[in-house]
């Protein structure tokens, strides 16, 4: 059980927070006292979260940007930075999805694909350090999939940024191990959004985790006390084991 104070003071940066599983990140963190920095580029959908938030007393504010553009990156991260004075946790989780066969796949919709995922993650981590760094203990929480150490068919190209982030995520984290900043990757299965269903309509979505359920275990990472390590999370429904 989490207390639910147990972030009181500190503030959360979730890109991709209008909708699916970053929105349900977003409300986790703001139920544990967490000020919460919204972040995607549908505005109204930003909005919606920011007042589900502030209408259940919680703190959150709205900031619109592509996380695949640097200088949009840059202005955001400042933007977040001025309006709360600190930063204590990051959450990279906006993220598309092209599906279908390699040889089908377009360069333009690989290089998107790419951009959002994996420069994006980038953009946003690398942006964040210097405030990060300030914070006794501080964390980063990159949102992967189970196909960031697996392959499947009709996924390459959501593979290939998934695989990335990995990789970035295991030299990042020995980078600022010293300066107190704990990175982390989750790597959930089948998740019932949206995306989910364009890369699987095969599947029975009675059987998939929450975008809820992802929620908790990123509170779980970023409360929990002591210094073991725990290199990585796969997560899947114990019912099913689709995506493992």
Excluded at 175 to 199: F, K, S, Y
Excluded at 230 to 239: G, V
Aim: net charge neutral.
């Amino acid at each position: 059980m989490i207390n639910e104070e147990a972030l009181a003071g500190r503030v959360a940066l979730v890109t991709g927070a209008g909708r699916g599983i970053g929105r349900a990140i977003a409300l986790e963190l703001a139920r544990a006292s967490s000020s919460v920095a919204l972040v995607a580029r549908t505005e109204p959908e930003l909005q919606a979260v920011e007042r589900d938030i502030t209408t259940a007393g919680g703190r959150a504010t709205s900031h619109v940007a592509d996380v695949s553009q640097e200088e949009q990156v840059i202005e955001m991260m400042r933007g977040v930075a001025g309006r709360y004075g600190r930063l204590d946790i990051l959450v990279n989780n906006a993220g598309v999805g092209v599906f279908g066969p390699l040889e089908s796949t377009s360069a333009a919709d690989w290089a998107r694909v790419m951009a959002v995922n994996a420069r994006g993650t980038f953009l946003c981590c690398r942006q964040a350090i210097t405030y990060l760094r300030e914070q006794p203990i501080s964390h980063i929480v990159n949102v992967s999939s189970v196909v960031g150490h697996k392959g499947y068919a009709n996924q390459a190209a959501y593979s290939a940024s998934k695989h990335a982030i990995m990789g970035m995520t295991k030299a990042l984290a020995k980078e600022v191990q010293a300066d107190g900043i704990r990175v982390h990757a989750l790597c959930p299965g089948g998740v019932d959004t949206g995306m989910v269903g364009d890369a699987r309509p095969d599947l029975d979505r009675s059987v998939l985790m929450t975008s809820e359920e992802v929620a908790e275990v990123v509170l779980f990472l970023v409360t929990r006390r002591g210094n073991a390590v725990i290199d990585r999370i796969d997560l899947r429904r114990a019912t099913s084991t689709p995506f493992a």
